[in-house]
């Protein structure tokens, strides 16, 4: 069971890009990583997951390195809807015991 | 993407009382279905795994007795809060992953706000 490492706040402005690093040094070798949004008063919703090197989808872009022990997740020129809290997932097979982290808080500032 | 419906959205009751949330997976077969709570300012916490036709695996210390697990077929299953309390309150999050969905990925209800008087 991979454990994660996230920072607990980030701050931005409108138009940055944001990049979220998580940690997770006991990544198993059929482990992916998953991550998602969450609202206040809401489910979460799925970003985007990846296995290694790079993955982009028409909302973020997802960056893991070679040794896979952390990822990045990028999310280009936010606007105030991105904030929410972001959670970085590490997991095999149907989301057997998923734990999901404290995640972090994005305030998009105006 | 998948498309999970849960519901009712918020509930008040009354102390003793049982309380029934469903979870729906719409345009999928939902063969693993997940059940959280989540306090204010928290993470999701995972309360059990429910298989399709068998019993749901229930997280260390989570009360069986109190939370029942029903996954009788493959697109419904439904927790009930069994003489709800107080310090049941809480928002309850249901997921799936199933059939045509890559393995680790969930998704997500809504959310249910249980508020118990």
């Known amino acids: 069971l991979a454990k994660t490492t996230q920072p607990i706040s980030m701050d931005s402005y409108e138009g940055q890009e944001v990049n979220i690093t998580c940690s997770h040094n006991?990544?198993?070798?059929?482990?992916?990583i998953t991550w998602y949004q969450q609202f206040p008063s809401q489910g979460p919703r799925f970003i985007i997951q990846g296995y290694k090197t790079k993955v982009t989808n028409e909302v973020a872009s997802l960056f893991i390195p070679a040794d896979r022990k952390s990822s990045t997740l990028s999310l280009p020129r936010v606007s105030l809807s991105d904030t929410a809290v972001y959670y970085c997932l590490v997991g095999g097979n149907y989301g057997q015991n998923f734990v999901f982290g404290p995640g972090t808080r994005l305030s998009v500032l105006p | 993407g998948a498309v999970v419906s849960q519901h009712p959205s918020r509930v008040i009751c009354k102390s003793g009382t049982s309380v029934k949330i469903e979870c729906r997976s719409l345009?999928?077969?939902?063969?693993?279905m997940f059940w959280y709570r989540q306090f204010p300012k928290q993470s999701l916490m995972l309360m059990a795994t429910?298989?399709?036709?068998?019993?749901?695996?229930?997280e260390q210390g989570v009360e069986k007795d109190k939370f029942l697990i029903n996954h009788a077929s493959l697109t419904l299953s439904t927790l009930t809060v069994a003489s709800a309390h107080p310090e049941d309150s809480s928002f309850y999050i249901c997921s799936a992953s199933g059939q045509g969905i890559p393995k680790n990925i969930q998704y997500f209800g809504a959310g249910t706000r249980l508020s118990v008087l």
């Open positions: 006991n990544i198993a070798t059929n482990d992916y």
């Open positions: 345009d999928f077969q939902a063969t693993t």
């Open positions: 429910s298989n399709e036709g068998s019993k749901a695996t229930y």
